[in-house]
């Protein structure tokens, strides 16, 4: 197989999908289908500007029926698992958007179907190819920190566009009102518990610390945003590791503020920060010159070289290689089916315990043997060397 014939299936957040896939030289764009002729016209401009051909189509069965070597699954996420299914089951290779799965029956589900087709599936949690992360993994693994007790990761992401007309537009529900729409439907966020939306920040850390999640203990804010009523306005979930670190989850995707993520890691002779706003890392080292305070590393979403005007500062185009190379050279999938399953179960459990008042609630391994280790940094490499680093100077 020279290059991997690529299908994708929706075209709203698989726009930039597409972009990837048309932009590798090892992979063909054979097809995409989306129901909406808007985000089909969309798509039409990529496919030409690229100089490529290919059909866009409504349904899923008839790019199925091209034959795709692996099918890019893009769609809401209550369907993700049943369009992931129907394309191994087609003998296609998948790469799922996040968060992959909505339940846990859906998780056993994919499972089995991976399991039995003997195809790759990977997860496209694209925050894991962030290139600080690649510094805090190696930072760990150096121990420059000691042992890591607590990390924490957050997400803040404004989405009360909760309502969707069939072009595909999506509206807050009193902007819906005063315009006097009568054809519009609750998107799948619309009621998705926050905090089922945590692989950006779950993901990433657990690849960091090299362990996964065995409980979780979860609370819920009030519904006091009146475009997104049917979700809480914002969850906080605290995991215990099977290493015994604590990991605090936030996610509110009803607070008015600008998007953001924020990351920690907690050893006990040092650590390291990452926000968003800040375009660095902070760092605390032991054996550090700056004793008296933070250091600054600089180090961001993407690495020298990269083309971080691709998605998420080029985290989106890196999936797609990635992906692609590893299917052409036979490899595993960095984020295989049951590393999706340590990011998505959790967040899945986490809204369990929530509705439980905050019960903790033991998070299964659904390995066919326990999870000893990740190939993640096998597969993905760590960096040689830091950049120069230089004290940290707050503002004021």
């Not at 409504?58 to 199925?64: A, G, I, K, N, V």
């Not at 992959?100 to 694209?126: D, F, H, I, P, W």
């Not at 009193?174 to 950006?200: F, K, N, S």
């Not at 809204?351 to 999870?371: C, K, Q, V």
Request: glycine share 8%.
């Amino acid at each position: 197989m020279d290059k991997l014939r690529v299908g994708i299936l929706g075209l709203g957040r698989g726009l930039t999908h597409l972009k990837s896939f048309l932009a590798i030289e090892e992979a063909a764009v054979i097809g995409a289908c989306d129901r909406v002729p808007r985000l089909r016209d969309r798509a039409r401009e990529q496919i030409d500007a690229a100089g490529a051909t290919a059909p866009l189509l409504e349904e899923f069965d008839e790019l199925l029926a091209l034959g795709p070597d692996a099918i890019m699954v893009a769609s809401n996420g209550k369907l993700q698992v049943e369009h992931a299914c129907r394309a191994l089951a087609a003998g296609c290779h998948v790469l799922s958007e996040v968060p992959g799965a909505y339940t846990q029956e859906e998780c056993l589900r994919l499972r089995a179907a991976v399991e039995y087709s003997g195809k790759t599936y990977m997860l496209a949690e694209n925050c894991c190819y962030w290139d600080f992360f690649r510094y805090f993994r190696k930072w760990v693994a150096d121990d420059l920190f000691g042992p890591i007790s607590i990390a924490e990761g957050e997400y803040i992401h404004h989405l009360p566009g909760t309502l969707m007309r069939p072009d595909a537009t999506r509206h807050t529900p009193t902007a819906a009102r005063q315009a006097g729409y009568d054809d519009v439907e609750p998107i799948w966020r619309a009621d998705q518990p926050p905090i089922q939306y945590l692989t950006h920040d779950l993901g990433p850390l657990l690849e960091v610390l090299d362990d996964r999640c065995v409980s979780v203990s979860c609370r819920s804010a009030p519904y006091r945003n009146p475009d997104a009523p049917l979700r809480a306005d914002g969850q906080i979930a605290l995991f215990e590791t099977a290493k015994g670190a604590l990991i605090k989850i936030m996610v509110t995707l009803n607070t008015h503020r600008p998007s953001e993520h924020r990351y920690r890691v907690f050893g006990v002779e040092g650590g390291a920060e990452w926000f968003s706003y800040e375009k660095a890392a902070r760092r605390f080292v032991r054996t550090a010159d700056h004793k008296d305070g933070w250091e600054i590393v600089p180090v961001g979403l993407g690495a020298s070289g990269d083309d971080t005007s691709a998605g998420h500062g080029g985290a989106d185009l890196k999936i797609a290689r990635h992906f692609t190379r590893n299917i052409l050279a036979g490899n595993p999938a960095p984020i295989d089916v049951y590393r999706a399953i340590d990011y998505a179960l959790p967040g899945i459990l986490a809204a369990r315990s929530a509705e439980l008042g905050g019960a903790p609630i033991p998070i299964p391994d659904l390995r066919p043997t326990p999870f000893e280790h990740t190939s993640f940094w096998d597969l993905l490499g760590l960096p040689d060397a830091d950049p120069p680093s230089a004290p940290y100077q707050p503002l004021g």
